[in-house]
């Protein structure tokens, strides 16, 4: 690293209260205009850390350079003009009006001996309160805004001293989901249009791997890692510093992850009812599953589709005429009418006639598979062929569900998913399903659907290939019952 990249270089820090060191030899450095985020668990040093940096606190050893040189340098208003606080808890008074608050960050900006505000420090005050969003209750004292208001009138004041250096404690304590979201969004866009390197504590393990740059992650005032937040949130190393048990996914939006945490009623094994035939019913015209708890679920149904969990699974039938510009829309509202939550359902269709259905529960060892095929061959086609096959969709459709009694992980849910396709289209070239286009053996429908669930209790399903346990059952189940739902589509239009 090149020394000019260097805001903050803390080299081998030992410091506390009185002689009590509790930060000890602690190094780092913080790069110009980077948001850099401090986290730990409680008591690990991180408010002591800031206190430091901020000369609240003297070194006891070990150095610490702002901008090149030695903090201890500093003149209180240097310092002051270099560097802002936003502390977590501000004694200021409320009975400033906000114009006010934010105005006296200009303080440390004012030379001689009459201070005198200029036409500048009046444009820089305009300035940081309409970008973080303040200006319109300038002239409200503090005391009548909200604690979420507040906490931007400190953070535009803050702003209001021009520094270099923003350190913050806990900015977002205590601030709903949009303000937390405001206020760092202006904390972020500062770093990168305005020069400003932002270092902060954070609560938060979602919104410091979401903002940060980098993260210092303390425990009992030591550095455990300093690094980019994929690498400091990994989830054995966040176990081990928090002693808790924590699960970690990518956010869905953006290429950083996200930590949640497991309570321990959910978690707790409970001893799961078997997923399986008993619980499959017909009513009217759709095929049911409900099950006692939800199942984490992977599909490509109507409702539901994507990976969630859900209590329950409906196959419809839908006339071969069905047609609907919006079957999202409708088949929503056809589950509320049938008394089923949409957000709690994954629900397919088909134009197969249910008695047609095929289903049967698979023993593995340790665990089971229940399986239920729908199979309509109208559509079908060999995959390879598919642009030949222009005209509408026509009904006809092979709806597949395998719900498994066991705990999958996500690559065996796509392994899953691979294996009972291989298997369905084992079953459709056994049965000489054709694609009538072509005349080809047909490998699937157009419109075919297919469900992977779990209980995510009990045996460990790490794979499902071929080979894998789960993935001989997964096979074995949807070849027969692909197998049996094609019989039973033969016999039922050889009778019709
Ligand atoms: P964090 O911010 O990570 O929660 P702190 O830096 O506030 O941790 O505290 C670290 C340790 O320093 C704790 O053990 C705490 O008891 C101690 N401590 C905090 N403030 C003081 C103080 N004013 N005087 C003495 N010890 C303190």
Redesign the pocket.
């Known amino acids: 690293m090149k020394e000019v990249d260097c805001m903050i270089d803390v080299n081998q820090v030992t410091g ?3 002689n ?1 060191p ?1 930060i000890k030899d602690v190094s780092l450095n913080v790069l110009k205009y980077e948001f850099f985020g401090i986290i ?12 430091l940096l901020s000369a609240l606190l003297p070194v006891q050893t070990g150095a610490i350079q702002l901008a090149g040189r030695p903090l201890s340098e500093y003149a209180p208003k240097e310092l002051a003009r270099l560097m802002a606080v936003l502390p977590q808890h501000s004694s200021q008074t409320f009975s400033y009006t906000v114009y006010e608050t934010v105005s006296l960050g200009r303080y440390a900006h004012q030379k001689g001996f009459f201070n005198s505000f200029t036409q500048e420090d009046e444009e820089i005050v305009q300035d940081v309160m309409r970008q973080t969003g303040v200006v319109d209750y300038q002239h409200a004292k503090l005391d009548e805004l909200s604690g979420g208001e507040r906490q931007r009138v400190y953070l535009a004041q803050a702003l209001a001293q021009k520094p270099a250096i923003l350190l913050l ?1 806990e900015p977002t304590n205590h601030l709903d989901l949009a303000y937390q979201k405001d206020l760092l969004d202006v904390l972020k866009r500062w770093t990168l249009e305005n020069k400003l390197t932002v270092i902060s ?1 954070f609560h938060d393990l979602n919104l410091a791997g979401l903002y940060c740059d980098r993260l210092l992650l ?1 425990k009992n ?1 030591q550095n455990i890692i300093c690094d980019k937040p994929d690498e400091v949130l990994k989830k054995e190393r966040l176990e081990c510093v928090y002693g808790t048990k924590i699960e970690k996914n990518p956010h869905p939006k953006v290429p950083k992850p996200q930590i949640m945490l497991v309570p321990e009623q959910l978690s707790r094994a409970i001893e799961p009812e078997e997923i399986g035939p008993h619980l499959l019913k017909h009513i009217d015209d759709m095929i049911w599953l409900q099950t006692p708890t939800p199942m984490k679920t992977m599909s490509s149904s109507v409702t539901g589709a994507g990976l969630g969990w859900y209590r329950h699974f409906v196959n419809r039938h839908v006339d071969k005429g069905y047609d609907c510009s919006d079957h999202r829309a409708e088949m929503k509202r056809y589950l509320i009418e049938k008394g089923l939550d949409p957000n709690d359902t994954a629900g397919m269709m088909t134009a197969v006639h249910l008695e047609q259905a095929a289903s049967g529960l698979f023993e593995g060892d340790g665990f089971s598979v229940f399986v239920m095929v729908t199979a309509g061959v109208g559509n079908a086609l060999d995959v390879t062929q598919g642009e030949q096959h222009v005209k509408a969709y026509t009904p006809g459709t092979i709806n597949t569900w395998v719900l498994v009694n066991g705990d999958m992980r996500d690559e065996s849910f796509i392994q899953a998913i691979v294996t009972a396709t291989e298997a369905k289209t084992k079953a459709l070239r056994e049965m000489a399903v054709m694609d009538q286009l072509t005349g080809n053996v047909a490998t699937g429908t157009s419109t075919d659907s297919i469900l992977i669930a779990a209980t995510q209790k009990g045996t460990v399903l790490e794979f499902a290939g071929p080979i894998a346990p789960l993935g001989q059952v997964v096979a074995r189940g949807v070849y027969e019952c692909t197998i049996q739902a094609l019989k039973n589509d033969r016999n039922w239009r050889h009778d019709s």
């Open positions: 506390g209260y009185s009590e509790i730990g668990p409680n008591g690990s040093g991180k408010t002591t850390l800031a206190k404690d504590i303390l005032g």
